[in-house]
């Protein structure tokens, strides 16, 4: 299974940001989306980088008293990790296990089209495996003519 299986079935919606805004303005993003990362642009829409609401709780500790004008390029990750469309889900879960994130954005020809959580590629493993498990025990218990 790829990468793209996902895209197929999530979409390709991606929520950015620009770089100027505010921690508390990002938190809003954060909860009207029910979302836990948003991609970070500048106003010619160039990714910039990303942030998680870990970053958000984090800075929030540490900038408790001027969360509402500290922007979020303070607090955001810039040495992206990014995945393809064709890339195989055991690869994306090692790597995204290896460095200890969970969300992870796709590109496609240095153009994004979207991001997928850990979330997204446990369910579809898990998913595929069922569909694996269900064929073998049909066809040990003999349902299939022929």
Not at 27 to 38: K, P, T
Not at 81 to 96: E, P
């Amino acid at each position: 299974m790829k990468v793209n299986d996902i895209l197929a079935v999530k979409g390709s919606r991606v929520v950015t940001i620009v770089a100027s805004t505010s921690i508390f303005d990002a938190m809003l993003v954060f909860a009207a989306n029910r979302i836990g990362s948003l991609l970070v642009i500048d106003k010619n829409e160039n990714i910039l980088g990303i942030i998680c609401a870990r970053d958000v709780l984090m800075a929030t500790i540490n900038h408790y008293e001027d969360i509402k004008s500290v922007p979020i390029d303070k607090i955001m990750s810039t040495d992206l990790i990014v995945g393809r469309k064709d890339d195989d889900l055991d690869y994306v879960r090692a790597v995204m296990t290896k460095n200890r994130i969970r969300h992870l954005p796709i590109f496609d020809n240095k153009k994004i089209i979207g991001l997928i959580s850990m979330g997204d590629v446990v369910n579809a493993q898990v998913e595929e495996k069922d569909v694996e498990l269900r064929y073998y025990r049909d066809y040990i218990s003999d349902r299939y003519p022929g």
